[in-house]
Nanobody, 120 residues
Framework: QVQLVESGGGLVQAGGSLRLSCAAS????????MGWYRQVLGKQRELVAI???????DYADSVKGRFTISRDNAENTVLLQMNSLRFEDTAVYYC??????????????WGRGTQVTVSS
């Protein structure tokens, strides 16, 4: 079983910053990618940012230049630094893990989500 513990959400004014953190633990043989998705009620979950095991990153166009994703491989932790936040960044942010279990079977896991609210 794998656990993802998220922290760092909250309420911030437009233009402000927040940092999200997600720590993975459990039966993980190898982490392939870690990242963040977000979802607004009534809409599909969308990719925000993702980072591979070798540090390759990918961002949604809407957050490029404002958000930065990083990871600590030793601690199985991924961080999302969010700057210049906008009202439209308001959503529930979910940590995502793409990993291999001890049988080297590829699996995905999701965190429970953390609310980010940006006031205009």
């Amino acid at each position: 079983q794998v656990q993802l513990v998220e922290s760092g959400g909250g309420l911030v004014q437009a233009g402000g910053s927040l940092r999200l953190s997600c720590a993975a633990s459990g039966r993980i043989a190898r982490i392939n990618r870690m990242g963040w998705y977000r979802q607004v009620l009534g809409k599909q979950r969308e990719l925000v940012a993702i980072i591979s095991s070798v540090g390759t990153t990918d961002y949604a166009d809407s957050v490029k230049g404002r958000f930065t994703i990083s990871r600590d491989n030793a601690e199985n932790t991924v961080l999302l630094q969010m700057n210049s936040l906008r009202f439209e960044d308001t959503a529930v942010y979910y940590c995502h893990l793409d990993y291999d279990d001890y049988r080297l079977t590829g699996r995905w896991a999701w965190g429970r989500g953390t609310q980010v609210t940006v006031s205009s």
